[in-house]
């Protein structure tokens, strides 16, 4: 999920002088290409760039590329077969791709019960002009909640796999095509009784999904594409990190690419060079200013990871990334066969000093990417390219007609390039009449009738807001089984445990008096009186709500999972219930005239005002929890009273270690996230990416919420609150 390769090679590695000293050789682990004009083992990228001569070198830089080319192919055994099928060939003019977290609100409605394909899209629409490919993302950061594993949690998406179709379908209804991840490192979970190839192959047919995705994976295995392929399907591999073995180039006709340098003098891709027909979508999922991004692909003629939902975090592309991206696309979409050119030629010749271009040929047709590396506007001559009679240029850019100036049997090209800005021409030979050019020419004029430097690129987290609980009627005494918490002063202080976001804005949640979601939040409160459940909620205590009110949720799957017949298995009355959403639990509180405890409620029931890190002191005691279990498969809860030496300070039992416990959830416009609290016995092992316990008192867990059916675990049950006369 988090890999520091990028997809081109070192520029400064160091290479032995061929017919200059500017030359390299054999260079087979890195992943952007040395550019032209520096010296062996160039020590730092920005430093003295203004001495390179980039046109000086290039020819007999890019002559020595096509040699270590074709040896490179050779060496692999290459085949381009994959490239030639026509039911793969769509990757070819993937450009734009998006990982979609499935608990994105826009994918789905929690309220109306139903997949919004269509507001997703059309969001994406209008603010960057869409998207050609999304990977439906269902696994991680929720996966080792409990003992549910990687392809078992796509059945629990709203309506079961038949439910994902139907999405899947829509998604196709609008052009847009689909990918599942799979992942190696779920070792941990619940063993499946198929390989990991056979399971994705199935879920892929039955779906209907386009590709695989290989989370983790430098190259998705050959058996991934051979298993869906003896069902039928042909499907594009997209290995999540950067291609290592160059074999793999002949089965992943696709990949991500990540961390291409900022130097000046643009990096070439390394798997485009070795094959231009292999999409690679450029990833960046915390990038805030993407400029460098798109340079980078649309100099090397590739496509792009929209990714804006990481793991349930916002980070929206800014208003001129955004427009920088749907004018970027535009114009790869509208001349897809030359991005994909055999003859694509980077670092072709240029007028201006840092600029630079590269030229995908094809037949009656020629276009030129330019990217001005340059903080400042460049206006005058650009190009200069052999010219044919009766040749016309257009700047596709600009959607403008381009005068040439015929000079010494080329054609001189002027227009100007914004500040880190962008530029594209395209050559039409005589009697070639591109289908669409006058149409597509008048949107890229309306398009530049505002420059991308007049638009904001300001990044801001995007606000949070708390689920307010409903009130209960206060009581003056404790109720039956509950416990009277005093009102008093209380610093209340906690941190998310999320895996990644670093402490960047945005990360874990927005606390009614904070100004964005952070991770960290420390606040003194006064808080007032309230009972609190001794003990979590039993199954008993639940089996009784059934019995009263009657109730069924719309949503069942999974509900109670571990009941027989209706009631809780022989021997677990006593032990906390699980399998219940929080709107389950929510509903038991308001049969039970409760509510559920907002998190600094539960925190100061179970750690008074002395700060100590766990309910008992501050030293991890063994006997005050259950028994850990490293296994595959779950085990019951523990009885809630098991464990004495677990009490608070003001004797309330069962905090930590046994089950999670639903507090509060909070909502942003895309995402709604419940926080968990005190932790399970359930740590699976084998990777650090399953969901992180939290039994500290200063930790919290913050789960994504999708629907009931996916949201509702083994090991997360609630306890509850009566607010205090």
Not at 510 to 521: L, S, T
Request: overall charge negative.
């Amino acid at each position: 999920m988090n890999d520091d390769h990028d997809d081109s090679l070192d520029p400064t590695a160091p290479r032995r002088p061929v017919k200059t000293e500017f030359k390299f050789s054999h260079v087979t682990t890195q992943r952007y290409l040395p550019t032209p004009g520096k010296a062996p083992g160039w020590p730092f990228a920005e430093i003295g760039h203004w001495k390179m001569d980039v046109n000086g070198t290039s020819e007999d830089w890019i002559s020595e590329l096509l040699d270590w080319r074709r040896e490179h192919l050779t060496r692999i055994g290459y085949d381009d077969a994959n490239y030639r099928r026509p039911d793969l060939q769509w990757a070819q003019k993937n450009f734009v791709h998006a990982q979609m977290m499935v608990e994105d609100r826009y994918f789905y409605d929690p309220d109306a019960g139903r997949y919004t394909v269509d507001r997703y899209l059309d969001d994406l629409q209008a603010r960057f002009g869409g998207i050609d490919s999304v990977l439906l993302w269902f696994v991680y950061p929720n996966i080792g909640i409990d003992d549910r594993n990687k392809t078992e949690l796509a059945s629990d998406m709203p309506g079961g796999l038949q439910g994902l179709r139907g999405a899947v379908d829509d998604f196709h209804r609008r052009g847009v095509r689909v990918f599942l991840p799979t992942m190696p490192w779920d070792n941990g979970t619940r063993e499946h009784p198929q390989s990991d190839w056979e399971a994705m192959a199935e879920l892929v047919q039955a779906v209907g999904a386009d590709g695989v995705n290989g989370d983790t994976y430098n190259g998705v295995p050959r058996a991934f594409f051979d298993a869906c392929l003896a069902r039928g399907k042909a499907v594009v591999l997209q290995p999540e990190s950067t291609i290592s073995a160059e074999e793999a180039l002949i089965w992943n006709v696709q990949s991500w690419g990540k961390k291409v340098p900022t130097d000046v003098v643009p990096s070439v891709a390394k798997f485009k060079w070795l094959e231009p027909r292999h999409m690679i979508n450029y990833e960046n999922r915390w990038g805030r200013d993407r400029n460098n991004d798109f340079q980078y692909i649309f100099f090397n003629g590739v496509g792009y990871n929209a990714w804006e939902n990481i793991w349930g975090i916002w980070n929206q592309l800014t208003p001129r990334d955004a427009e920088t991206l749907r004018r970027i696309s535009a114009i790869q979409r509208e001349f897809a066969p030359l991005m994909v050119s055999m003859d694509w030629r980077p670092y072709a010749p240029t007028l201006q000093a840092g600029v630079f271009a590269s030229r995908f040929p094809g037949e009656g047709l020629c276009a030129w990417t330019l990217v001005n590396r340059n903080e400042y506007t460049v206006v005058g001559e650009q190009l200069s390219v052999a010219h044919v009679a009766g040749t016309r240029y257009f700047d596709l850019w600009n959607g403008q007609p381009l005068q040439a100036l015929e000079r010494d049997g080329s054609a001189v090209l002027e227009f100007a390039l914004e500040p880190r800005g962008f530029g594209a021409v395209l050559s039409v030979a005589a009697g070639v009449q591109p289908a669409n050019l006058e149409s597509f020419l008048a949107l890229m004029r309306e398009h530049a009738t505002t420059s991308l430097q007049s638009l904001s690129k300001e990044w801001k987290p995007i606000e949070q807001t708390i689920v307010a609980p409903t009130t209960t009627r206060p009581a003056a005494t404790a109720p039956e089984g509950m416990v009277a918490i005093p009102g008093g002063e209380f610093e209340f202080v906690v941190g998310g445990i999320e895996i990644e976001g670093q402490t960047w804005a945005g990360v874990d949640v927005q606390y009614p008096w904070e100004d964005c979601p952070r991770r960290g939040h420390r606040r003194r409160m006064q808080l007032a009186p309230y009972h609190i459940d001794r003990y979590p909620v039993t199954n008993a205590q639940f089996h009784q709500f059934i019995r009263d009110s009657g109730y069924t949720p719309a949503d069942s799957h999974h509900f109670l999972r571990d009941w027989v017949d209706g009631a809780p298995p022989a021997g677990w009355k006593d032990k906390p219930v699980t399998w219940v959403s929080i709107e389950d639990a929510r509903a038991y509180a308001q049969w039970a005239g409760k509510r559920l405890p907002h998190e600094w409620e539960w925190q100061f029931a179970a750690q008074g005002s002395d700060g100590r890190v766990y309910p008992w002191g501050d030293d991890w005691r063994e006997d005050a929890v259950p028994a850990t279990n490293r296994g595959r498969r779950l085990a019951p809860p523990a009885n809630v009273d098991a464990h004495p030496a677990g009490a608070s300070p003001f004797g309330v039992m069962d905090l930590v270690g046994n089950v999670w416990q639903w507090t509060d959830e909070f909502r942003d416009e895309h995402t709604r996230a419940a926080i968990l609290r005190g932790g399970s016995s359930y740590q699976p092992q084998t990777s650090h990416w399953y969901f992180p316990q939290a039994y500290r008192l200063d930790q919290h867990g913050k789960y994504l919420l999708m629907a009931p059916c996916k949201d509702r675990a083994g090991t997360i049950g609630f306890r509850c609150v009566v607010d205090a006369a």
